[in-house]
């Protein structure tokens, strides 16, 4: 470790146990999402299990509830529920990650723990520099930087980041987000037989490829993955103008359901779907642990004109990561389920099997974090309404047959919505944090995500409209 590194590590330590107290003390901090110690979250990084132990790294600024130069925070778990702070794994201390180590990925080779990232550089005439680097641990802790591997190809701005990497066929493989000289996302391949010299294969999939059209003037965050036999890429698109209910936040993400030729490096693949139809998810990486499951997180949140008003800004944090999710793939569909592991939050179950509503309302109280699910006994045919702690509001009409999601924006105090389309409602899981949501509709065909930040003293969730359900709930506090 460098004196540079050292001092870093030492100083974003200190900030964090300097503002302990006043963060601990937020009523919106979360009971079971990580979050960081102090300051600005983005990011989910480096997921992996490696020596039986759950990781998952993450984009993190100590110094400031906004972006900066990135450092890598680090949780980690046997469980998946109970997690516990490591010391900072990557900070920006070398002359190639000086202005921050932007998003990457982890794998295990050789009995040691690699960490693909970004090192992000910001030159005086304004000018940047990007550099795709590694990592290595023997422990999964304490790190030891091995610096570029790769430099930025011909034909790229320097909007060059955020590799994951896989091993397929005795090979690896990179893939890493990025812009073309022409301002249009790509999603740009690598291989490589010892995880250090790497052969650029060239783009796979991007704008104005593979019968997409315009489709964003950068793509980032990719993660090439396998279902069912079928390759799925999972990307974070910017520049996707909102198209009726779709694309409705400042940036997007979803996934392209198809195949990749890796002997041709083509990648041949249908329409885009979004993964999340809610307000706040964005960048989600995922791995597969040893049982086979492919396990999703998210950055629960968005960079986007009100993310400076949100209120724990002045108890000096900002952000946190989704649920772990479970990935199965339906008919070229992605459903989301969260993972059994959870289960093991669960306490106080309240249980009514046959709830008749005829227009009027059932209350639930103590909800501050909770898990609810209501299933349906029959198709909802008379529409339904979940008021959560009155600052946002479910609404399901099944005329329309569209669920909407509407809370309140916190630059603006007005109400503001997401809207998805489905067949018909049997049910909702919904897991509920002091100041987030996260809502499963049928079985994770659709999903929800948001922050949202109602009065700490308001606990109350009211279930409302014509409907005969079974509801269960725990208390997760």
């Known amino acids: ?41 983005n990011d989910p990084n480096g997921l992996i299990k490696y020596q039986g132990v759950y990781h998952v790294f993450y984009q993190w600024n100590p110094f400031a509830a906004t972006h900066g130069a990135k450092f890598w925070g680090h949780y980690t778990s046997v469980d998946l529920v109970h997690w516990r702070e490591e010391p900072i794994a990557l900070a920006p201390s070398e002359w190639y990650e000086k202005d921050g180590c932007y998003s990457g990925s982890a794998i295990e080779a050789g009995g040691k723990l690699h960490l693909f990232y970004t090192g992000n550089v910001k030159h005086e005439d304004g000018t940047r520099g990007t550099y795709q680097c590694l990592a290595l641990s023997t422990d999964g802790i304490y790190f ?9 190809p011909d034909g790229y701005t320097t909007h060059f980041r955020d590799p994951k990497v896989w091993r397929k066929n005795d090979r ?55 279902l069912n036999d079928r390759d799925l890429l999972l990307v974070s698109p910017q520049g996707l103008e909102p198209d009726g209910h779709f694309y409705r936040n400042l940036y997007q993400s979803g996934y392209f359901v198809g195949q990749l030729d890796y002997e041709t490096a083509r990648f041949r693949h249908g329409a885009f779907t979004e993964l999340d139809r809610g307000f706040d998810f964005y960048a989600p990486q995922t791995f597969t642990d040893e049982s086979g499951r492919r396990i999703l997180f998210a950055w629960m949140g968005m960079t986007d004109d009100s993310e400076q008003y949100q209120p724990t800004i002045a108890n000096n944090w900002l952000h946190a990561l989704t649920i772990p999710r479970e990935l199965q793939l339906q008919n070229d569909k992605i459903y989301q389920k969260p993972v059994a592991e959870l289960r093991k939050l669960r306490k106080k179950e309240v249980r009514m099997d046959h709830v008749a509503l005829e227009g009027d309302q059932l209350s639930l109280k103590d909800m501050h974090s909770a898990e609810l699910i209501l299933d349906f006994a029959e198709p909802v045919v008379g529409g339904f309404e979940v008021y959560f702690r009155r600052e946002a509001f479910l609404t399901y009409d099944p005329g329309s047959k569209e669920v909407r999601l509407q809370r309140r924006n916190v630059r603006t105090n007005r109400m503001e919505e997401r809207v998805c389309s489905i067949d018909s409602l049997t049910k909702l899981h919904i897991f509920l944090d002091h100041s987030s949501l996260e809502i499963f509709v049928n079985d994770g065909q659709e999903m929800f995500t948001a922050r949202y930040f109602p009065d700490p003293a308001e606990s109350g969730v009211i279930l409302a409209g014509r409907a005969e359900l079974g509801v269960k709930m725990w208390d997760l506090g």
């Open 172 to 226: 690896w493989y990179m893939i890493v987000g990025a812009q073309t000289l022409a301002g249009e996302g790509r999603a740009v391949l690598f291989t490589s037989v010892d995880l250090t010299h790497w052969e650029e294969l060239g783009a796979v999939a991007g704008s104005g490829m593979n019968g997409l059209g315009d489709f964003g003037y950068m793509w980032e965050c990719p993660d090439l993955i396998t």
């Open 1 to 41: 470790m460098t004196d540079r590194e050292s001092l870093l590590m030492k100083q974003a330590f200190e900030k964090a146990l300097k503002n302990k107290a006043i963060v601990e003390k937020d009523p919106y901090r979360l009971s079971y999402h990580l979050m960081p110690p102090v300051g600005f979250l």
């Open 144 to 152: 030891e930087k091995k610096g570029p591997i790769v430099r930025l």
